[in-house]
């Protein structure tokens, strides 16, 4: 998803503020007029700071860095939670602990007993244990999974914080501040924009909206890390083109010692096919010249000789012979029924 449209902002109810007697003076800027009452912020200016905000946090994300979503209240957190996981990141949805970005480390040691507690649970701890410790752990887990188990994954301190309702996230503001953390922050009417690295005017109270802002911001982190994945590819691609070209190098070089045999390997079996072809001339001849029709021990022999050489060249003429034998089967037939004959006649002129 890209940057939303006038509409899409619009059907989202984005630009509804809060009550007049509640607003923000510093939110003049973005607020377009006032109406019934309420607060109308200026959706043109919203788009113009959600692109800013998309194009850091898009840079942000193609240099792997990590943003923290942040939204505790109730109409925030399935939408930080969903969104937050679909694109891989951390997110705190029911409270924000004291010190989980200036006091990191206190807070490290309770992930690191959640974590062990886990362990414990799957690989067969809570079996050797009693009963009252189990339900005891059990209990303990559930309380540091409900705050923790969105950041259990942080090795670090994030690299940007995405902020729902900045004023009711006072103490993140204020932590992110002090350990100069760049700030996300959708701001509503009744809200301070200054301190905010990336202010968004919009409203930060209807699910819709809400649920509208986090798809922006997880669908920019999505495209930056596509973008840096799609760098690592360009770069493997090339170290492997380059491979390939001083590969296609080698072989060319070998291919010309290989061609330089192929002109004597084709004259040597030209020179086969035409003494193939010039033994096959002479035997038709022979064939058509030295065959009387009357003569039949004649025929015989020529029969008998040319069943010799075929059989001598059959290596070479194995194809030639099979044509010969398909001529030659009506003489030889011939030449064999009167076979017997001419043997009678033989001895009887010795009688």
């Known amino acids: 998803m890209g940057i939303v449209t006038m509409k899409e902002l619009l059907e989202a109810g984005v630009h509804f503020g809060h009550q007049t007697r509640r607003w923000d003076p510093r939110m003049k800027p973005y607020i377009f007029t006032e109406r019934n009452g309420i607060h109308i912020i200026d959706l043109q200016k919203t788009i113009a700071q959600l692109k800013i905000a998309y194009n850091a946090v898009k840079e942000m994300a193609r240099n792997n860095g990590t943003i923290l979503f942040v939204g505790t209240k109730k109409q925030a ?3 930080i939670v969903e969104e937050a996981k679909r694109c891989g990141m951390p997110y705190v949805a029911y409270r924000w602990l004291g010190g989980m970005v200036t006091n990191f480390a206190t807070i490290k040691q309770s992930i690191n007993r959640l974590k062990r507690i886990e362990r414990m649970e799957f690989d067969g701890t809570f079996d050797l244990m009693t009963k009252k410790e189990v339900i005891k752990l059990k209990r303990k887990k559930e309380k540091l999974a409900r705050y923790l188990d969105g950041i259990k994954d942080m090795e670090d301190l994030p690299d940007m914080v995405f902020i729902i309702d900045p004023k009711k996230e006072a103490i993140a ?5 002090k350990a100069k953390i760049p700030i996300v922050a959708i701001v509503d009417t009744n809200c301070n924009p200054e301190g905010i690295d990336y ?12 649920n509208l802002f986090c798809e922006v911001i997880s669908s920019a982190i999505i495209e930056g890390q596509n973008e840096a994945g799609k760098i ?26 290989i061609t330089d045999e192929e002109p004597a390997i084709e004259t040597s079996v030209s020179t086969v096919d035409e003494s193939s072809e010039n033994r ?24 008998n000789d040319s069943i010799e050489t075929n059989s001598s060249d059959a290596s070479i003429e194995s194809d030639i012979t099979d044509q010969r034998n398909e001529v030659n089967t009506e003489d030889k037939s011939e030449a064999f029924e009167e076979k017997p004959i001419s043997e009678g006649t033989e001895k009887t002129e010795k009688d």
């Open 173 to 177: 503001v204020a932590e992110a501040k």
């Open 280 to 303: 096959i001339a002479v035997g038709e001849e022979n064939k058509i010249e030295d065959h009387p029709e009357n003569d039949d021990k004649e025929s015989m022999a020529i029969g």
């Open 232 to 257: 690592e590819i360009t770069e493997e691609t090339k170290i492997i083109s380059l491979e390939e070209e001083e590969n296609k190098e080698e072989d060319i070089e070998k291919e010309g010692y």
């Open 199 to 210: 202010p968004i005017p919009g409203n930060d109270d209807a699910i819709r909206a809400i």
């Open 77 to 79: 957190q399935n939408a």
